[in-house]
């Protein structure tokens, strides 16, 4: 496991402060690239809760900043999406990825699929910290 998912893991842990999908996943590349964490946070917050609307996930969002951020080519970031939309038949909106979980905890949820994306964007990056 790489930095980024254990940092993934902190934000969404922390219960101080609201630390939403997008900024799990983009808070950690962020940091590593220089960027400091108020300005990072505020980065992602528009993007939290699928785009504050239902929409793309934010961990998806987030992740895509990261991989932007981090200057992976297009080609990196569709292959992100593919295997994103792969793993969860085709859906990567915050409203659909929650109606499959039923009446299972949300918080558990979106806390795996952070630290999923998280975990890919690693992968796709070669990030072995």
């Keep these: 496991m790489g930095n980024y998912v254990e940092r993934c893991r902190e934000l969404r842990a922390v219960t101080e402060r609201h630390y939403g999908c997008s900024h799990a996943t983009f808070i950690p590349a962020a940091e590593a690239h220089g960027l400091d964490h108020e300005t990072a946070f505020r980065i992602g917050s528009p993007f939290r809760a699928g785009m504050l609307t239902g929409t793309v996930c ?72």
């Design 58 to 129: 934010g961990a998806v969002t987030g992740s895509l900043m990261a991989l932007g951020l981090s200057g992976a080519d297009d080609e990196t970031v569709k292959e992100f999406q593919r295997i994103i939309k792969e793993r969860h038949e085709g859906d990567v909106s915050c409203a659909g990825l929650l109606a499959r979980l039923g009446d299972g905890d949300k918080k558990s949820h979106c806390d795996a699929l952070c630290a999923e994306c998280a975990a890919l964007v690693e992968e796709l990056l070669k990030i072995n910290e």
